[in-house]
């Protein structure tokens, strides 16, 4: 079979090289007919027509393969699926990562809110749009006299309207009011997505070409794979012509899998009428609202097959409850790793402390640093070999050693914070800078091993040097404060020794 996806250069290329093939089989053929007319003119006459019919044949396919090269168009390109999930796997998950201690709340209430929608039998269309395009006016003009009721978006304290309807088909519809795409900040944005993927439909409200705003939601929308209708509202200000480009214009934009109609909310329209005396008179009409042809659409994708909206929504409830036990389980682990590097940065400034004659070498507490990467390592599930873990320390020792001056001068700086430390201010800055630079490697590590999953020496070190240009005032006073108690109960230790 001829792969239709090739480039059309190729497939040019191909026809250039089929056409010059078929030339020159074609002179042979000619070349051979003559040499042997006078033969085959003794042949047979059966003999004659098997020989035309083979040249025929031959000509025929190769026609045949120079249509398939130049009239078949490529195959579109379609957004890879989101990997699926079904129920049990979750659910596995789920006591897994409970028995392991991490938190599932979040995972487990998005099951128990899709068993509460899936009881109801209520297919739930979510509608976005900015406040500007009427949204909420095209939504009312939509299902007049349908209930309304007031609901708050999950995890804030946003207040969204919903209207109940029943479709011919007799599917039990909600419609949810989303905030305004102005109202959703960043962080907002999140929370609106997962109420995009609870619902079985989407449907988006602009009033012409898509904006910037617009068309960034737009994407982020598809890209849930939920299925869209995209509505052009207010369509009542253009032509007739002009919409219907607006419209055909918007569709090539968007592609052809989101259909896109056009609608009217109605409302009221200034009319100005110029008297017989002169003046002139302006009053406020109501405008006709006409959602007929949004009306008939949405009610043809909810009513085609409501059996395969609810599976295709119940399928990405389960992926959206995956990836929120995954976070779950990544800040814990995140917690986690944060934890191991302050106890290790602690470890280390202690270690500054009680060493007789601490040097400027990283490495003089190589083997703490070591145990440190392993710890990190096994807690992202990243194997490494003891070669490795040397040829980053010994990499990450060239490195400390040109930022130490940058390091010793924030310490001393945190140290200040701290009156009466007296002579054992040099060792302490010593211990801090120690502590800081095992928080930095320890930090670098957990960034790439979260990013990579793996112990890539190279970005480790870039890692390491971005966070040293970072502010460390805050981290330095912290491990001040544990170097300055840690001397002063050392000094207290051995005031007690000498005086027994």
Same mark, same amino acid.
């Given at each position: 079979?001829?792969?239709?996806?090739?480039?059309?250069?190729?497939? &040019?290329?191909?026809?250039? +090289?089929?056409?010059?093939?078929?030339?020159?089989?074609?002179?042979?053929?000619?070349?051979?007919?003559?040499?042997?007319?006078?033969?085959?003119?003794?042949?047979?006459?059966?003999?004659?027509?098997?020989?035309?019919?083979?040249?025929?044949?031959?000509?025929?396919?190769?026609? &045949?393969?120079?249509?398939?090269?130049? @009239?078949?168009?490529?195959?579109?390109?379609?957004?890879?699926?989101?990997?699926?999930?079904?129920?049990?796997?979750?659910?596995?998950?789920?006591?897994?990562?409970?028995?392991?201690?991490?938190?599932?709340?979040?995972?487990?209430?998005?099951?128990?809110?899709?068993?509460?929608?899936?009881?109801?039998?209520?297919?739930?269309?979510?509608?976005?749009?900015?406040?500007?395009?009427?949204?909420?006016?095209?939504?009312? =003009?939509?299902?007049?006299?349908?209930?309304?009721?007031?609901?708050?978006?999950?995890?804030?304290?946003?207040?969204?309207?919903?209207?109940?309807?029943?479709?011919?088909?007799?599917?039990?519809?909600?419609?949810?009011?989303?905030?305004?795409?102005?109202?959703?900040?960043?962080?907002?944005?999140?929370?609106?997505?997962?109420?995009?993927?609870?619902?079985?439909?989407? @449907?988006?409200?602009?009033?012409?070409?898509?904006?910037?705003?617009?068309?960034?939601?737009?994407?982020? @929308?598809?890209?849930?794979?939920?299925?869209?209708?995209?509505?052009?509202?207010?369509?009542?200000?253009?032509? *007739?012509?002009?919409?219907?480009?607006?419209?055909?214009?918007?569709?090539?934009?968007?592609?052809?899998?989101?259909?896109?109609?056009?609608?009217?909310?109605?409302?009221?329209?200034?009319?100005?009428?110029?008297?017989?005396?002169?003046?002139?008179?302006?009053?406020? *009409?109501?405008?006709?609202?006409?959602?007929?042809?949004?009306?008939?659409?949405?009610?043809?994708?909810?009513?085609?097959?409501?059996?395969?909206?609810?599976?295709?929504?119940?399928?990405?409830?389960?992926? @959206?409850?995956?990836?929120?036990?995954?976070? =779950?389980?990544?800040?814990?682990?995140?917690?986690?790793?944060?934890?191991?590097?302050?106890?290790?940065?602690?470890?280390?400034?202690?270690?500054?402390?009680?060493?007789?004659?601490?040097?400027?070498? +990283?490495?003089?507490?190589?083997?703490?640093? =070591?145990?440190?990467? *392993?710890?990190?390592?096994?807690?992202?599930?990243?194997?490494?070999?003891?070669?490795?873990?040397?040829?980053?320390?010994?990499?990450?020792?060239? *490195?400390?050693?040109?930022?130490?001056?940058?390091?010793?001068?924030?310490?001393?700086?945190?140290?200040?914070?701290?009156?009466?430390?007296?002579?054992?201010?040099?060792?302490?800055?010593?211990?801090?800078?120690?502590?800081?630079?095992?928080?930095?490697?320890?930090?670098? +590590?957990?960034?790439?091993?979260?990013?990579?999953?793996?112990?890539?020496?190279?970005?480790?070190?870039?890692?390491?040097?971005?966070?040293?240009?970072?502010?460390?005032?805050?981290?330095?006073?912290?491990?001040?404060?544990?170097?300055?108690?840690?001397?002063?109960?050392?000094?207290?230790?051995?005031?007690?020794?000498?005086?027994?």
């Amino acid at each position: 079979m001829i792969p239709t996806e090739l480039p059309r250069a190729w497939r &040019w290329a191909l026809f250039a +090289l089929f056409l010059l093939l078929g030339a020159v089989l074609l002179l042979v053929l000619v070349v051979q007919w003559l040499q042997f007319q006078a033969l085959l003119m003794e042949q047979p006459l059966w003999q004659r027509w098997a020989i035309a019919g083979l040249v025929l044949g031959v000509l025929g396919g190769l026609a &045949w393969l120079l249509a398939r090269l130049l @009239l078949v168009r490529a195959e579109p390109e379609t957004a890879p699926r989101s990997p699926t999930v079904d129920r049990a796997t979750v659910e596995e998950r789920l006591r897994t990562q409970a028995e392991r201690g991490a938190d599932v709340t979040a995972a487990q209430a998005e099951l128990q809110e899709l068993d509460q929608r899936n009881q109801a039998g209520v297919l739930t269309v979510a509608a976005f749009g900015e406040v500007s395009t009427g949204k909420s006016a095209l939504l009312s =003009a939509l299902l007049p006299g349908a209930d309304l009721h007031s609901d708050v978006l999950a995890g804030t304290t946003r207040h969204l309207n919903t209207l109940d309807w029943s479709t011919p088909a007799g599917n039990t519809v909600r419609l949810v009011d989303m905030p305004g795409l102005q109202d959703l900040d960043r962080s907002l944005e999140p929370v609106a997505l997962d109420e995009a993927r609870r619902a079985h439909l989407v @449907l988006f409200v602009a009033q012409g070409d898509l904006n910037r705003t617009e068309w960034r939601w737009f994407q982020l @929308l598809r890209d849930l794979q939920r299925p869209m209708l995209l509505v052009l509202n207010k369509s009542d200000r253009y032509s *007739r012509d002009a919409m219907t480009a607006i419209r055909d214009r918007v569709q090539e934009r968007v592609g052809s899998t989101v259909p896109v109609v056009v609608a009217t909310a109605g409302g009221t329209q200034t009319v100005h009428r110029r008297l017989p005396e002169g003046t002139e008179d302006v009053q406020l *009409r109501p405008r006709p609202a006409d959602v007929r042809v949004l009306r008939r659409e949405l009610q043809r994708l909810l009513d085609r097959d409501a059996a395969t909206l609810t599976a295709l929504r119940d399928e990405s409830v389960f992926l @959206l409850a995956a990836t929120k036990l995954e976070q =779950a389980v990544r800040g814990q682990r995140r917690d986690a790793a944060d934890a191991l590097v302050e106890r290790y940065a602690r470890r280390a400034v202690v270690g500054a402390l009680a060493a007789v004659a601490p040097g400027t070498d +990283l490495l003089i507490q190589g083997a703490l640093a =070591a145990v440190m990467v *392993r710890e990190l390592a096994g807690l992202y599930n990243v194997p490494v070999r003891s070669v490795q873990v040397d040829s980053l320390l010994a990499a990450l020792q060239g *490195r400390a050693s040109a930022t130490r001056p940058v390091v010793m001068g924030i310490a001393g700086n945190a140290c200040k914070a701290f009156p009466g430390v007296g002579t054992i201010a040099g060792g302490l800055i010593h211990a801090v800078a120690y502590g800081l630079l095992f928080r930095t490697v320890g930090m670098a +590590l957990i960034q790439v091993l979260e990013e990579d999953g793996r112990l890539d020496e190279r970005r480790v070190l870039e890692r390491f040097e971005e966070l040293t240009r970072d502010d460390l005032a805050a981290p330095a006073r912290q491990l001040a404060h544990t170097a300055v108690e840690e001397a002063r109960a050392g000094r207290e230790r051995h005031a007690d020794n000498a005086g027994g």
